[in-house]
């Protein structure tokens, strides 16, 4: 298949005459080498192959798109033309994502269709999935039914693979209706919803979706029979908390089975924030013991929920107590639970004892936050934590230990809580 057609159907986007009359021109990415040193200069690092007159010179192409230079790319293809060469299928497929990712859509639908209706090319679904996200982030849904239908229609042996990329390029970019209308089409074809699409689809209803749609998208999933995922477990579990329904999400981790152990202690912790964020602290203890009787050890994020429950109910014994057990399973503490200290004694005006805590701490350690984000969707920041992450990224030339970032801290609060009279 020769470059002549290609050359036919895809007008130059920028004419060469035109670059070289305005050098200045945002597209001319200053002044770029012109293609024939371009080509000359791959072939001598190897990076262009040729054989049988077929070229493959799809990395050039794929580099020229990152830099925004696809009036280079088509110039390529001129220079290629006029030398005899011909573009083999990778190369056609990467100036098409690269004519994509610009935003020209006409010249890479172009290729697109010549490809797919005049040769044997077997689009790989990696590309199909690119260009389907190209056209998805300019809000082209229209080009992704397009191309969606091209495939069903002449690429029929791809359906199985074609149908979860498009469900997610319309998940992706918020248009859940075209992903539930997608997913309808697929079934009625008689294809199975797969666990990787079953669980794309559920994670998208989680970020963009009402609790309703949500809840509809997991009850499909369990009757499909596939177990939710992790990322769809977080997704669930980020939704009910941002809307406040912890009971909901107790249920529905228990209806998850918190027995699995391939997802470690997620559903554990998860279960113990959703009684930790209602302050049901005898709750929250007996569902701790019977984590320890199920064999699950705790973890930093484990010791951290309860520690900033305790903190904030002042339960100082209770978080003496979770802080020995943390020594005992060998577990380091970090920011979060050294804020859980540091803000339950000085909200009770106890700074001056802080140091009978921190003695049995390594407070000599470099501060890290290794907690569960999840967590601060809940139950938030302690100002400890919030105040020393703000201070460590301001202050990034010195090297910070928690007890310097106690001691800066101490001092801060001391002199918020002056009085200056005025005579």
């Known amino acids: 298949m020769g470059p002549q057609w290609l050359l036919r159907i895809t007008p130059p986007v920028f004419s060469i005459t035109s670059l070289k009359s305005n050098p200045s021109s945002p597209n001319s990415n200053n002044n770029p080498p012109p293609p024939r040193k371009i080509i000359c200069q791959w072939n001598k690092v190897g990076r262009i192959l040729a054989r049988d007159n077929l070229v493959d010179c799809a990395p050039l192409i794929q580099t020229l798109g990152r830099k925004r230079m696809s009036h280079v790319a088509h110039q390529l293809l001129l220079e290629m033309n006029s030398q005899g060469l011909i573009p083999n299928t990778c190369t056609l497929s990467a100036l098409m994502l690269c004519y994509a990712d610009n935003g020209l859509f006409p010249q890479a639908l172009a290729i697109w269709e010549e490809m797919l209706y005049t040769t044997s090319f077997m689009p790989a679904i990696q590309v199909v999935s690119k260009f389907m996200d190209a056209c998805g982030?300019?809000?082209?849904?229209?080009?992704?039914?397009?191309?969606?239908?091209?495939?069903?229609?002449?690429?029929?042996?791809?359906?199985?693979?074609?149908?979860?990329?498009?469900?997610?390029?319309?998940?992706?970019?918020?248009?859940?209706?075209?992903?539930?209308?997608?997913?309808?089409?697929?079934?009625?074809?008689?294809?199975?919803?797969?666990s990787a699409t079953g669980n794309a689809f559920l994670r998208h209803c989680s970020i963009l979706g009402s609790l309703t749609e949500m809840e509809n998208a997991y009850a499909?999933?369990?009757?499909?029979?596939?177990?939710?995922?992790?990322?769809?477990?977080?997704?669930?579990?980020?939704?009910?908390?941002?809307?406040?329904?912890?009971?909901?999400?107790?249920?529905?981790?228990?209806?998850?089975?918190?027995?699995?152990?391939?997802?470690?202690?997620?559903?554990?912790?998860?279960?113990?924030?959703?009684?930790?964020?209602n302050f049901k602290m005898k709750t929250m203890q007996r569902l701790f013991l019977k984590m320890l009787d199920s064999g699950f050890l705790p973890d930093l994020t484990t010791f951290n929920i309860r520690a900033l429950a305790f903190s904030r109910m002042s339960m100082f014994w209770d978080l003496h107590l979770s802080l020995e057990h943390m020594k005992h399973e060998g577990v380091v503490p970090d920011l979060v639970t050294y804020g859980c200290v540091v803000d339950a004694y000085l909200n009770r005006r106890l700074g001056r004892n802080l140091d009978f805590v921190l003695n049995n701490m390594n407070a000599d350690d470099s501060p890290l936050v290794l907690t569960d984000p999840l967590v601060f969707e809940a139950l938030g920041k302690g100002d400890f934590q919030s105040t020393s992450e703000a201070f460590v990224e301001f202050k990034r030339q010195k090297k910070w230990t928690y007890r310097q970032l106690i001691a800066v801290y101490l001092k801060r609060q001391f002199r918020k809580n002056q009085v200056f009279w005025n005579y």
């Open 137 to 194: 982030k300019m809000g082209h849904f229209h080009l992704v039914n397009k191309i969606l239908d091209q495939v069903i229609l002449h690429r029929f042996n791809l359906l199985p693979q074609v149908y979860p990329v498009a469900i997610s390029c319309f998940g992706k970019h918020g248009r859940l209706d075209l992903m539930e209308n997608t997913l309808k089409e697929m079934v009625s074809k008689g294809l199975p919803i797969d």
């Open 220 to 277: 499909r999933l369990k009757r499909s029979r596939h177990l939710i995922e992790e990322e769809g477990i977080r997704a669930m579990s980020l939704a009910y908390i941002k809307e406040g329904k912890f009971y909901k999400l107790g249920a529905f981790l228990n209806g998850v089975g918190l027995g699995r152990t391939n997802l470690g202690n997620l559903l554990w912790n998860l279960l113990l924030l959703s009684y930790a964020a």
